[in-house]
C-alpha cells in the first residue's frame, strides 16, 4: 500500500510533468489559501449575547457545532465573534469545505496543512509513512503541540489563547471514508486545540457520548437567528430615513423570524433603490437567494413536494403522504427536508409535525400548484377522521366545498369552540347558504358561540334572542351556559354565575357544555376575589376533561387554574402550571397546536413580565401574536397589552402609542365589541400620557372611561381593571397636585375590594399609598409603607408595579433607598431606577421616630428649638430631648452635621 501524501497532496500526481518542482508542492500552496478565516461583512451588527455565548464554549478540548439552514450567518457569526474578542490570528485556523472534500485524501491533505504545528517546518518523517488516513491523522492530533496546554497558553486565558479549528460547510462532505475522518478529529480532539464544525445539516456521526463527556456543544438556528430588539435596530438607519415604519420592521421580524440573510438583503436594497418599497418577498435579491438556497439543490419531485408542504399551515409525514401525488418524490418528506437544511422546523415538543419559515411558506406558494383545491379537501378530510374539527373546517373553506364546511360546523361544534377557530367559522358564515342559520338552532348556538368568543357580544345575543325555552327545551341547557359565557365576557359577574348555575342544572347539557360552564364561574369567582370557590369549579372542569379524554379541554381548565393563582399573586405557582400544562400539550405529537396553547403561553408571558424577564417575555409574545391573529383569537388584545407595557417599561413611548393604534384598528376590523377593547387600550393611553407628563390629557381620557368605571365592569382576560382604572384616576391627581383627593381614591380602593383584592392591585395600591404619605408626612412614613410593599412583593419578585409607577416612586426611593431592606428583590428595584450604585450607607443602629422625623424636618427648615414646639405643640424641653435622641442616632453633634447626614441617609 502507498504511504498517505507520500509527496504529493491528493489526485495531483499530474504536478509531476512540472519540471523543477517538488511533485504536489504546487498544489499544496494552493490549498494553503483556503485555510483562512473570511472577510468581515461591513457595517455588522455586533450582537454581544451571540457572541458571548459562541466564546463560551470555544475551550481547549472541545468540540462546538453550529448547525443552521442556509442565511442563517453561520459563518458571520463565528468570525465577528473572534475579531470582537481580539483573538490572535495566529490561533484561528479556518478552513471551508467544497464539494472537492469528499475525496479523503484531498481532505487529509487540508487537515495536514490545518494541523501543521508552527514550531516544525515541516511535517515529521514518521507521519509521511503513515499507513492510511486514519494513522495520518492521529499522527497529527498526536503532535506535542496540541498536547501541552502549558506551552500552548503560556499562562494566559486558555479560551483566548489555545488554537481554533474551525471546518465549515462539512454538509458537503458524503464520503464515508472522508466523514470517519471527521468522526476521529471529533473523538480525538486534543487539549490544546477548540473543534468548531459548521453545518446547514445535522453531522454525520454520532455525538451523544461526547455530548455526555460535557466537551460537545451545539448552536442552532434559535440563537444564530435575529431577536425582535436587534431586528429593530438592524433597521434602526431606515426607520430614521423614513423609509420603514416601526409597524413595518415588525412585520419584517414576524414574516421572516429574524432570519438574517433576507433581512440583510432586504436592507441592501433599501439603500440602493429609490423607488416605491417592494415587500420583502418580492425583492430581486431575496428571491433570488431563497431560489438558489433552497430550490436549486432539489430535483423537479423534491420541489413540487416541498410546494405541497408550503400549502398547508403546519404539516406532518403521514399529512404529506396523503397529499403527496405522482409527481412529488415521495421519500422527500418534511423530516427528511429539514434534515438537508430546509429551514422546515419542527414545532416544539411535537417532532412530528413542521413548520415552514413564514417568508418561505409564502413565497413558495406563488404561484399556486394544480390540484391545490383538491389537496385542500383532502387535508380537510385526513384532519376530519382524526377529529381534529378547527383544522378540518380551516382546508374545507380553503378547498370551497361549502357542504364539506358545513358539516364539519354541525359535527363538530363542541371540539370547535374547545379549539376556538373563530377565523374560520366566520368565513363559513359568508358561504353559507341563505336561510341556513335562521332554520336551523344547532348552527346558531354555535355562532352564538364564535361570535362571543370573538368579542362579539350583542351578536352573539342577537342569534340566541328567539331562541325560546319552551320551543327547544333539549337546548336549554346549552343556550343558557352560552348566555352566562356571554354575561362573563361583558364583566357581569353576579348575572353570569346565576346563569351559569341555572345551566348546570340542565338535564341535556353536553358534558363539554357542562366544562365550559364550569369554566365561566371559576372565571367569574376568580374575578370576586372568590379564590376558594373558583379553584373548586376549576378541579369539576378537569375532572370532566380528563373523563372526556379531550387534551384541549383540559388545556382550558389549566389555563383557568393558572389565572387563580395569578389572581393572588402566585407568580412562581402560576409560571409552574404554565409550563406544565405546556409541557403536557406537547407530549400530543398526533396533532397540531391548540388555541388554548396559545392562551397559556400568554399568561406565561404575563408572569415573566411582572417578574421582569422582559427578554423571555419578548419571544414567547412573537410566537403568540401571529398565532392569534391567524385564528381570530381575542388573545390577541392581552398579547398587545402585553407589547404596550414592555415598549413603555424600556420608555420606546412612540412603538408603544404604535402597538395601541395597531389594536384598535384590528379590532375594530374584527368588529369587536367596544367595551371590550376601550377601556383597555384608554388605560394604556392614560399610562402612556402620565409617562409623559401629560397629566390633563390623562384626565380627559378618563373622563371617557367614567361610563365603564360607573358599572363596575371585570373583563375576563383584565380582571385587575376596575382597580387599575382607580389607580390610573390617583395617579393623575398626583401629578396634578391634589394629594388630598390621591389619598382618597387610593383609600377607596381597599375600601371598596376589602378582603377581595387582587394581589398585582394590592401592590399597586399600596405603593401609591407610600408615595401620598411621603407628600403629607414626610420620608420616615413613607419607608415603612415602601418597605411593607417591596417585602410582599419580593416573595414573589412582583416587580411590574415598580415599573409602571416609575415616575411616581423615584424620587421618593432615592430618599428612603438605604433604609430599605436589603434582599435580591430591592437590589432589582434599585436596577430598575438606576439606583444599585449608589454609595452604601452605614444603617442607623435605632431608627428615627415619627415624631424625630418631624423634629428632624423642621431643624433642616432653619426653625429655632422655640419655634419647633410651638408649631408641634411640645415643650421647649420635649424639643431639646428629640434633637439630642437625633443626633446621638445620627452619629453626630451639631445640628448643621445632623442635617448632612439626613441627606446622605435619605431621610430629607
Known amino acids: 500500500m502507498k504511504s498517505f501524501d507520500d509527496g504529493c497532496a491528493a489526485n495531483d500526481e499530474f504536478q509531476s510533468a512540472l519540471g523543477g518542482v517538488h511533485r504536489g508542492e504546487l498544489i499544496r500552496d494552493l490549498l494553503r489559501q483556503r485555510v483562512r478565516m473570511p472577510e468581515p461583512v461591513p457595517n455588522y451588527l455586533r450582537r454581544k449575547a451571540l457572541t458571548e455565548k459562541i466564546t463560551s464554549v470555544i475551550k481547549p478540548g472541545q468540540v462546538l457545532f453550529v448547525e443552521a439552514p442556509s442565511g442563517y450567518g453561520k459563518s458571520h457569526a463565528l468570525s465577528a465573534a473572534f475579531r470582537e474578542t481580539d483573538r490572535s490570528p495566529e490561533t484561528l485556523r479556518w478552513l471551508s469545505l467544497t464539494g472537492q472534500e469528499n475525496d479523503a485524501g484531498r481532505l487529509m491533505a487540508l487537515l495536514d496543512i490545518a494541523l501543521a504545528s508552527p514550531r516544525t517546518a515541516s511535517r515529521p518523517s514518521g507521519q509521511q509513512k503513515a499507513a492510511s488516513y486514519s494513522d495520518a491523522l492521529a499522527m497529527l492530533l498526536s503532535d506535542p503541540y496540541w498536547n501541552n496546554r502549558e506551552s500552548n497558553d503560556q499562562g494566559s486565558d486558555e479560551s483566548e489563547t489555545a488554537s481554533v479549528l474551525v471546518i465549515d460547510n462539512i454538509g458537503t462532505v458524503a464520503n464515508p471514508a472522508a466523514i470517519a475522518l471527521l468522526q476521529q478529529l471529533a473523538a480525538n480532539t486534543p487539549d490544546g486545540l477548540a473543534l468548531v464544525l459548521v453545518s446547514r445539516k445535522p453531522l454525520p456521526f454520532e455525538t451523544h457520548t461526547y455530548e455526555l463527556e460535557g466537551r460537545f456543544h451545539r448552536i442552532g438556528t434559535e440563537s444564530l437567528e435575529l431577536t ?14 423614513n423609509q420603514l415604519t416601526t409597524v413595518a420592521v415588525e412585520h419584517l421580524y414576524s414574516l421572516t423570524e429574524g432570519w438574517i440573510t433576507p433581512l440583510g438583503l432586504y436592507q441592501r436594497e433599501l439603500e440602493s433603490s429609490s423607488e416605491a418599497r417592494l415587500p420583502i418577498q418580492e425583492t430581486f435579491s431575496v428571491e433570488r437567494f431563497l431560489r438558489d438556497a433552497v430550490l436549486v439543490h432539489l430535483t423537479p419531485g423534491q420541489q413540487r413536494s416541498l410546494r405541497i408542504m408550503a400549502e398547508m399551515e403546519i404539516v406532518s409525514d403521514e399529512l404529506f403522504l396523503a397529499l403527496a401525488d405522482a409527481g412529488c418524490d415521495h421519500a422527500f418528506r418534511p423530516s427528511t427536508a429539514a434534515e438537508t437544511g430546509i429551514p422546515l422546523r419542527p414545532l416544539p415538543g411535537r417532532g412530528r409535525w413542521f413548520r415552514l419559515n413564514p417568508l418561505l411558506h409564502d413565497w413558495l406558494q406563488t404561484p399556486a400548484l394544480d390540484g391545490s383545491r383538491e389537496r385542500a379537501l383532502k387535508a380537510s378530510r385526513w384532519f376530519s377522521e382524526r377529529n381534529q374539527f378547527p383544522e378540518a373546517l380551516r382546508y374545507a373553506l380553503v378547498s370551497g366545498d361549502v357542504e364539506e364546511s358545513v358539516r364539519i360546523a354541525s359535527e363538530g361544534s363542541e371540539a370547535l369552540l374547545i379549539g376556538q377557530d373563530t377565523a374560520s367559522l366566520l368565513r363559513l358564515r359568508r358561504s353559507l347558504p341563505a336561510g341556513l342559520l335562521e332554520r336551523s338552532a344547532r348552527l346558531k348556538i354555535v355562532y352564538g358561540w364564535v361570535h362571543a368568543i370573538g368579542g362579539q357580544f350583542n351578536q352573539a345575543r342577537l342569534l340566541i334572542s328567539d331562541l325560546d325555552a319552551g320551543n327547544y327545551p333539549e337546548l336549554v341547557g346549552r343556550i343558557d351556559a352560552l348566555r352566562a359565557f356571554i354575561l362573563r365576557g361583558e364583566g357581569s359577574i353576579d348575572e353570569a354565575l346565576e346563569v351559569a348555575d341555572r345551566a348546570l342544572q340542565a338535564e341535556a347539557l353536553s358534558t363539554q357544555g357542562q366544562l365550559v360552564t364550569q369554566l365561566v364561574r371559576s372565571s367569574a369567582l376568580c374575578a370576586a376575589g372568590n379564590f376558594s370557590e373558583a379553584r373548586e369549579a376549576n378541579r369539576i372542569a378537569a375532572k370532566l376533561a380528563r373523563e372526556a379524554g379531550d387534551a384541549g379541554s383540559e388545556i382550558l381548565a389549566v389555563y383557568a387554574h393558572a389565572r387563580i393563582e395569578l389572581g393572588k399573586g402566585s407568580l412562581k405557582h402560576a409560571e409552574q402550571l404554565l409550563r406544565t400544562g405546556l409541557d403536557t400539550a406537547m407530549n400530543e405529537s398526533s396533532r397540531p397546536a391548540r388555541v388554548g396553547e396559545t392562551r397559556l403561553q400568554l399568561n406565561l408571558v404575563m408572569v415573566l413580565w411582572h417578574q421582569g424577564r422582559e427578554a423571555e417575555a419578548d419571544r414567547l409574545l412573537v410566537t403568540c401574536i401571529r398565532h392569534a391573529e391567524q385564528t381570530r383569537d381575542l388573545g390577541l388584545l392581552l398579547a398587545m397589552a402585553l407589547r404596550v407595557l414592555i415598549c413603555r417599561t424600556q420608555n420606546r413611548m412612540d412603538d408603544a402609542f404604535a402597538w395601541i393604534g395597531r389594536a384598535e384598528r384590528t379590532m375594530q376590523s374584527w368588529r369587536v365589541d367596544q367595551a371590550v377593547y376601550v377601556p383597555v387600550l384608554e388605560a394604556l393611553k392614560i399610562s402612556g400620557w402620565l409617562s409623559l407628563g401629560q397629566p390633563d390629557t390623562a384626565a380627559h381620557a378618563m373622563e371617557r372611561l367614567n361610563p365603564w368605571r360607573e358599572v363596575n365592569c371585570v373583563p375576563e382576560m383584565f380582571p385587575m381593571m376596575p382597580g387599575m382604572l382607580d389607580c390610573l384616576q390617583a395617579r393623575i391627581e398626583l401629578a396634578r397636585g391634589d394629594d388630598i383627593k390621591a389619598a382618597q381614591t387610593v383609600s377607596n380602593i381597599r375600601h ?13 395600591s399600596r405603593l401609591l399609598e407610600s408615595v401620598v404619605s411621603w407628600r403629607q408626612k414626610g420620608p420616615a412614613a413613607a419607608q415603612k409603607l415602601l418597605a411593607t410593599a417591596i417585602t410582599m412583593a419580593g416573595e414573589e419578585h412582583y416587580i411590574s408595579p415598580f415599573a409602571e409607577l416609575r415616575g411616581e416612586l423615584q424620587e421618593l426611593l432615592e430618599k428612603t433607598w438605604q433604609q430599605l ?24 443602629a435605632e431608627p428615627i421616630s415619627e415624631r424625630e422625623q418631624g423634629v428632624l424636618e423642621l431643624i433642616a427648615q432653619g426653625l429655632s428649638n422655640q419655634d419647633i414646639g410651638d408649631r408641634l405643640h411640645i415643650s421647649l424641653h420635649t424639643v431639646k430631648t428629640h434633637a439630642r435622641r437625633i443626633n446621638a442616632k445620627l452619629e453626630v453633634k451639631s445640628r448643621t452635621q445632623a442635617i448632612v447626614r439626613a441627606r446622605e441617609l435619605g431621610l430629607l
Open 821 to 844: 431592606p436589603d434582599t435580591p428583590f430591592t437590589e432589582s428595584v434599585g436596577r430598575l431606577y438606576g439606583l444599585s450604585d449608589m454609595k452604601v450607607q452605614a444603617p442607623l
Open 228 to 241: 425582535r430588539a436587534e431586528t429593530f435596530e438592524f433597521f434602526q438607519t431606515a426607520v430614521s430615513r
Open 752 to 764: 371598596n375590594n376589602g378582603e377581595t383584592l387582587p394581589f398585582g392591585l394590592d401592590i399597586h
